[in-house]
């Protein structure tokens, strides 16, 4: 299994960026999508995830009202779009996925989720 995000870089504040997330040797129609970060010297932290049926997305409270977390059926694909970016958004971004749905208490953990990638940096200077 191969998880491979993509779309990090440079933004200024309050611009926006749209990640991306595909994975190779999974079908993710069975899994929970998730998206975590972390900043250096930090915990890595559940940013939102996606029942690829779409039956039910879950964001942490710093990403409310400001990120979207959507799939694309035909590209097999998970996105991620951050908009009002702040420079506390800085952070490597992660995707994760694992079997089943995505839940409140899955996204509160890394160890929930079984399969990820090496990540994209977000950097949003001050």
């Known amino acids: 299994v191969q998880v491979v995000e993509s779309g990090g870089g440079l933004a200024q504040a309050g611009g926006s960026l749209r990640l991306s997330c595909t994975a190779s040797?999974?079908?993710?129609?069975?899994?929970?999508i998730g998206w975590f970060r972390q900043a250096p010297w930090q915990e890595r932290e559940g940013v939102s995830c996606i029942s690829w049926s779409g039956s039910s997305t879950y964001y942490a409270v710093s990403a409310q009202d400001r990120f979207t977390i959507s799939q694309d059926d035909a590209k097999d694909t998970v996105y991620l779009v951050m908009n009002n970016l702040e420079p506390e958004d800085t952070a490597m971004y992660y995707c994760?996925?694992?079997?089943?749905?995505?839940?409140?208490?899955?996204?509160?953990?890394?160890?929930?989720?079984?399969?990820w990638g090496q990540g994209t940096q977000v950097t949003v200077p001050s």
């Open positions: 994760a996925a694992d079997p089943g749905y995505c839940t409140r208490t899955k996204l509160r953990s890394r160890d929930y989720f079984r399969y």
């Open positions: 040797g999974l079908t993710f129609v069975d899994y929970a």
